[in-house]
């Protein structure tokens, strides 16, 4: 299977900016992860090939007991 378009790219850019160990998020999966995941919210990011930048999270802790 090949997998393209725009949240691969998001993806892949998100995953080279990160540093080892890290997990980063777009504002979208962040969206839906709060509540059972605690994103922290970072400086927004340029990225190649989008109009606007893109607002980055770091994963840090996964909460022991979801909300919601």
Do not use: W
Not at 30 to 41: D, M, N, W, Y
Not at 48 to 64: A, F, N, Q, T, W
């Amino acid at each position: 299977f090949t997998v393209i378009g725009d949240p691969v790219n998001v993806a892949a850019r998100l995953q080279s900016a990160a540093a080892p160990g890290q997990i980063l998020l777009d504002g979208r999966t962040a969206a839906h992860v709060v509540g059972k995941l605690s994103p922290t919210r970072l400086r927004d990011m340029v990225m190649k090939g989008k109009r606007d930048p893109v607002s980055v999270y770091s994963l840090h802790v996964i909460r022991e007991t979801p909300r919601g």
